[in-house]
């Protein structure tokens, strides 16, 4: 069943405190017992992104239902077919009933009720709110009206600028400003919210997820991807045309369509825009959502040289024994044919031995056999491995799975360099040999005390030998993007609490970097995995800092430079990144997961070829 969120009654006590708070800066609260006779639904929608309503009750607000929804969060939509000419204030509003609908498209209603807004995701979420009508007493007038006509949102449509920025006296909120639609894409949806609204012909950005839910841009050439994405390449490119796409009508009475990212969603979709925790503003279709399949195939790395070294680095999401076979023997048929076998493979989300059982086993021997197993039966090579397994519930993840990062290496064609003491507290470190760096633990994390990596993956660091040359590699998974606010948050810019971690984490990983280019000039080392962050974010910034550094990705042309799919942005979250003395590569984002309704995992791989 599509996902949604649920609403509850309480809704109008909630906003009231944060209107107390300031975090809904900018509206006027009516106290429960106030109330108001004849209004429409431009008068409860006002200017702004609160009702000047809100608290109040209000009696004989008349509208055409437009859209019902009998699941998740239940109600029904209504709008005036009569509109004002303020272009700020919508014409629509969505009704909230609890309990299943009574009431079909295209009755004429006269409702009284309390005005609410409700936040999606909770007032912490920094999630803008959707004003609606709660505790409804529903008459109907009459039955088979005609609907308004929708508002087609177009390319010409929505302004390229996204958001305004935030009133400083407000904390950074929008909430307060008065909504200026012909400037700032986040003012236009709002100023849709809750009207029945169509879409033609529009590019699939975002593939079908898990919910019954993909995403599409109206713009069809904004930052376009040569595979038909549309590419999130600073944070002052929001890409305004991207807009979530679900359907009002159940999935046991029509299934959703599976398209993948480049696919065309046909025809008109229309329905009432909807507001919500995970997508925003989302177009909830009353009609078929219809897709053309433009057959967007998996891609393949080339095979490396004899003489080149190919590292790669694969998120393989929660990997563990109980996961069905078959998702073992699809990513190792991804290592084999689509990463042509490379020969170091840095792996992150390897779980333990029986995954999120939270039972204090750390050992992950069995989580690798299986996967090292069905890469020999995909007819790949007998990978070696080395990791250091976690001290339990220390980083972070699902609990009980004790993720980490995992090092295969192909014995036939490199030689790991083994320096016994690492385990997970102790720190490894950088001396010199002969005038030539290596590390004192082989494998080894690093800096595993520092309060960088509390309740996160700590960097594994090894030392592999090829052809005679040292190659260092260290393997990476930084904290995620848990609790940073969304795109649309009311504050503009949105707050990104997670960076803070990330930064430090970077921090970490170019100091050591630097201690070894410090002995080492023209060391070949690596840093690889899963950064959680963007090319041009500040974390990647910390970690090449004073040059130790180049984010491999950026020698992709800015079309290609992504990673994930998310909300309809492709983005870059897994790098490679290499140290001065890595001067030739040829590098590859291998989308064979993220723009995909089907996936193996959500992260595409990164290879990196070269000669040390």
């Known amino acids: 069943m599509p996902s949604s969120i649920p609403r509850f009654a309480a809704v109008s006590a909630v906003v009231a405190a944060a209107l107390a708070a300031g975090l809904l800066a900018g509206s006027t609260s009516a106290s429960a017992e106030d109330s108001a006779a004849g209004v429409r639904i431009h008068d409860i929608q006002g200017t702004t992104r609160v009702s000047p309503l809100v608290g109040t009750q209000v009696t004989g607000v008349t509208g055409i239902v437009t859209g019902v929804r009998t699941y998740g969060s239940r109600g029904f939509w209504i709008q005036d077919p009569q509109a004002d000419a303020n272009p700020a204030t919508s014409e629509g ?9 009574t009431v079909a498209v295209g009755d004429a209603v006269s409702l009284n ?3 609410t807004e409700y936040v999606p ?8 709110s959707l004003t609606q009508l709660s505790k409804p007493v529903i008459t109907v007038v009459s039955q088979g009206n005609a609907l308004p006509a929708p508002v087609t949102i177009s390319g010409w449509s929505v302004p390229d600028t996204y958001a305004p920025e935030g009133d400083p006296a407000a904390a950074g909120s929008i909430n307060g400003l008065t909504l200026d639609p012909e400037t700032y894409a986040l003012d236009y949806y709002e100023s849709l919210e809750g009207t029945n609204v169509r879409i033609g012909s529009s590019r699939v950005v975002g593939a079908t997820d898990p919910y019954a839910e993909l995403w599409v841009s109206v713009k069809p050439f ?6 038909g994405g549309t590419v999130y390449g600073s944070y002052e490119s929001q890409n305004s045309g991207r807009l979530q796409i679900q359907s009002l009508t159940p999935l046991a009475q029509q299934p959703f369509p599976k398209a993948n990212v480049g696919d065309r969603l046909t025809g008109t979709t229309e329905g009432p825009l909807d507001f919500n925790q995970f997508g925003g503003y989302t177009l909830t279709a009353r009609t078929p959502v219809t897709v053309e399949d433009r057959g967007l195939e998996r891609e393949s790395t080339a095979k490396q040289h004899k003489n080149e070294l190919a590292v790669a680095t694969y998120n393989v999401e929660n990997l563990d024994p109980s996961d069905p076979q078959e998702k073992f023997d699809a990513l190792a048929k991804a290592v084999v044919d689509n990463l042509a076998s490379p020969d170091i493979l840095a792996l992150e989300e390897i779980q333990d031995n029986n995954g999120a059982k939270n039972d204090g086993t750390v050992a992950a021997d069995q989580t690798v056999k299986k996967f090292t197993d069905a890469i020999v039966a995909a007819g790949g090579p007998a990978y070696e491995w080395r990791s250091i397994d976690p001290q339990n519930n220390k980083d972070g ?7 980490r990062q995992v090092f295969l290496f192909n014995p036939e064609r490199v030689s790991f360099t083994d320096r016994a003491g690492g385990d997970a507290a102790a720190a490894t470190a950088v001396t010199g040999e002969k005038g030539r760096a290596a590390l004192t633990l082989s494998p080894g994390r690093i800096d595993p005390a520092n309060t960088a990596w509390e309740s996160s993956r700590k960097p594994l660091a090894g030392e592999f030998v090829f052809r005679g040359r040292t190659v260092f590699v260290i393997a990476n998974h930084f904290g995620s993007k848990g609790g940073d606010e969304s795109l649309v948050s009311h504050h503009q810019p949105p707050n990104r609490s997670s960076e803070a971690k990330r930064l430090l984490q970077a921090q970490a990983v170019n100091a050591f970097v630097k201690d070894i280019v410090a002995l080492e ?3 070949d080392v690596l840093v690889v995995g899963d950064i ?12 090449t800092d004073g040059g130790a550094l180049y984010p491999a990705v950026k020698s992709l042309p800015r079309s290609e430079r992504y990673s994930y799919v998310y909300q309809g942005n492709s983005q870059v979250l897994d790098q490679i990144l290499t140290s001065p003395g890595v001067h030739h590569f040829a590098y590859d984002s291998v989308h064979i997961n993220a723009e995909f309704a089907d996936q193996d995992s959500d992260h595409d791989p990164q290879v990196l070829r070269f000669r040390p």
Do not use: C, H, M, Y
């Not at 904004?222 to 595979?227: A, K, L, Y």
């Not at 993840?397 to 993720?403: A, L, Q, S, T």
């Not at 963007?534 to 990647?540: A, I, R, V, Y």
């Open 397 to 403: 993840g699902e609990p009980g799975g004790n993720i």
């Open 521 to 523: 000039k023209q060391a």
């Open 113 to 115: 009720g309390t005005v």
């Open 121 to 128: 995701g909770g007032l912490n979420s920094g999630n803008q």
């Open 222 to 227: 904004e930052n376009r991807t040569w595979r």
């Open 532 to 543: 959680n962050d963007f090319e041009f974010s500040g974390t990647t910034k910390a970690l």
């Open 93 to 101: 509003l969505f009704v909230f009933t609890s309990s299943v609908p």
